[in-house]
């Protein structure tokens, strides 16, 4: 059954305890690890301390490909989950190279990625204020629209009517062709990586995240958080998290990264 709001607790009813047992921390990015756009210093530093009392980092965002490599070979991660799922970054940590895997073969991404541009002009053309995102020419398996919040249920059903697939986030609206999503790419992430299957290290896994395309991991990790601002999108989800933080943006991830180290 689905967490709604009048149950998801407050991050402090978590057991005491519970990070000795976490093992792989999956968390969104914007709005969830920044702030206004801002990554603080603090938050870094919290990744940095979940990562060096032993606990695998994977970042798991709508962002694209070209600001993914960069966190991929520069902050304290293991792997970086892009474009909601169209790929993945892992640093090869014997050299300084990246590697990705994709979610579709290059044939089926480059007709998809031209489905996708045709189909973002329409929208852009027909929804006044609509534009396609300025980071869209360093994206690689998903279409990003900026969307006045009042038109985003209008261009979710515009993009869906055309066969994408598409959810939003606290920046963009977002379609893609293809059936992946950050919990697939994640069933990707964690054999290629780490010889795990996610189904066997899921109670061993923690999610951290804000807002609509953060539903499925929601919805499949039954540890998981949502950094305040999740209370403006929680009435249009289906599935939530267990917790809440009292903050939002990285100021809530690092109340969890708090709370699992004191318990760890």
């Known amino acids: 059954m689905p967490r709604t709001m009048s149950i998801m607790e407050p991050l402090s009813a978590m057991p005491a305890g519970l990070g000795r ?8 990015v914007d709005d969830t690890l920044t702030a206004d756009g801002r990554l603080a210093a603090r938050t870094l ?26 966190m991929a070979r520069m ?17 090869d940590h014997g ?7 994709y979610h579709a073969e290059p044939v089926a991404r480059g007709e998809a990625m031209r489905r996708l541009l045709a189909l973002g ?19 690689e398996t998903t279409l990003a629209l900026t969307v006045a919040p009042a038109d ?3 261009v979710l059903a515009m993009l869906r009517a055309e066969g994408a697939n598409a959810t939003a986030n606290s920046l963009w609206v977002l379609g893609w062709f293809g059936g992946f999503d950050k919990l697939e790419a994640a069933r990707l992430v964690l054999p290629d990586l780490f010889g795990l299957d996610l ?8 999610y951290v ?13 039954p540890k998981s958080a949502g950094v305040a601002t999740i209370a403006d999108y929680a009435g249009a989800m289906t599935a939530l998290p267990r917790w809440i933080t009292t903050s939002g943006g990285g100021g809530g991830f690092v109340e969890v990264a708090d709370a699992l180290l004191a318990g760890a």
Request: contains cysteine; neutral net charge.
């Open 21 to 28: 047992v976490i093992r792989f921390v999956i968390t969104d």
């Open 45 to 70: 530093g919290a990744l940095e301390r979940l990562q060096q009392a032993g606990i695998r980092i994977i970042p798991a965002t709508a962002a694209p490909a070209g600001w993914c490599d960069a």
């Open 75 to 91: 902050w304290p991660v293991d792997a970086v989950i892009a474009e909601n799922g169209g790929l993945y970054f892992a640093r």
């Open 95 to 101: 050299s300084r190279e990246v590697r990705r895997r």
């Open 121 to 139: 002009e329409r929208i852009a053309a027909s929804v006044p204020g609509a534009a396609i995102a300025a980071d869209q020419p360093y994206r």
């Open 152 to 154: 985003t249920a209008r």
């Open 199 to 206: 189904d066997a290290v899921r109670e061993a896994s923690f």
């Open 209 to 221: 995240g804000d807002s609509l395309n953060d539903e499925p991991m929601f919805a499949y990790f």
